[in-house]
């Protein structure tokens, strides 16, 4: 059905393989991003998917954009909080802004984002949010905190709005990707992420792709029954 669907940080890694996955289930998608212009507009260009450029960490920018998407397109009903950054560091040389920065984007984001669709989806008695968690909010990482907490957070904040969203037929649910191929995993100094892969028992990086399809199980009308859980697809990383 052609729902609307908005996927922050959906141009690029995880979201642009969730973006595409969801159009291939038939949503009118709109990926965000927060500025890289020019991997957005080749993003466009491949796959037709429109998006918008705002601060998914700005309260402000989440509504106006969201009023303007739901003017254009009606309400938003499938929303994908995959927004996030790492400002990796031990915690003696970690600034608070390294800590404002990745909470503010992976955790605030959740929050901006869910209160500003959610009245729209109620109207509808229908939702389908996935947030994105990690593998290292439910394990924890060396010189993580940051991340660590944020992701954690967004795994309690998930199972708080399911019992909120559960009696207008909003879903809410987590994926918690393991380490997945991406800039972001690329970041890693190679001889430490030599030995995480040494660790992971399929014995590989997870591709985007895995993940997506993850997002779009959970999306899709008829997961229906399906709330308040944690979808962990990390290669048998953790088994949580
Ligand atoms: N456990 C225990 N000790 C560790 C460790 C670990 N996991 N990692 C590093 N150390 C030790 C090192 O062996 C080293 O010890 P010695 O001084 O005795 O040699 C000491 O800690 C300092 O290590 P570094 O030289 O690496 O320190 P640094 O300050 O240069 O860098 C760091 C620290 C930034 C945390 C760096 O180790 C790093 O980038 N680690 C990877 C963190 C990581 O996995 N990030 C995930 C990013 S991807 C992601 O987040 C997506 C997702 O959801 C999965």
């Known amino acids: ?12 890694g995880i979201g642009a393989a969730i973006s595409i996955a969801l159009q291939k289930a ?15 507009a080749a993003f466009t260009k491949e796959t037709g998917i429109e998006t918008a450029r705002f601060d998914a960490g700005n309260f402000e920018e989440c509504q106006k954009t ?9 309400a938003i ?4 909080n995959n927004a996030g950054i790492t400002r990796d560091s031990v915690i003696s040389k970690m600034t608070r802004d390294m800590w404002d920065a990745v909470v503010d984007t992976n955790l605030g984001s959740c929050f901006n984002l869910c209160k500003v669709t959610f009245d729209g989806m109620k109207a509808n008695k229908f939702g389908r ?9 439910q ?5 993580q905190v ?16 399911a019992q ?17 191929d991406t800039d972001m995993v690329r970041a890693v100094p190679p001889d430490v992420l030599e030995k995480i892969i040494a660790k992971i028992p399929r014995g590989r990086l997870g591709k985007a792709e895995d993940i997506a399809r993850g997002v779009a199980f959970l999306t899709a009308d008829e997961a229906d029954f399906i709330t308040g859980s944690t979808l962990s697809i990390n290669g048998g990383q953790h088994m949580y």
């Open 66 to 74: 969201v009023a303007d998407i739901t003017a254009r397109h009606g």
């Open 1 to 12: 059905m052609s729902r609307v669907a908005l996927v922050t940080g959906g141009t690029r």
């Open 26 to 40: 038939g949503r009118i998608v709109i990926a965000s991003y927060a500025g890289n212009t020019e991997a957005a």
């Open 164 to 180: 909120e969203g559960a009696r207008y037929g909003i879903t809410v649910n987590a994926v918690a990707p393991g380490y997945v």
């Open 139 to 143: 394990a924890g990482q060396y010189g």
């Open 129 to 137: 949010i996935v947030n994105i968690g990690s593998i290292n909010g």
């Open 146 to 161: 940051n991340y660590a907490a944020a992701k954690s957070g967004i795994h309690g904040f998930t199972k708080a709005l």
């Open 77 to 80: 009903e499938i929303l994908v």
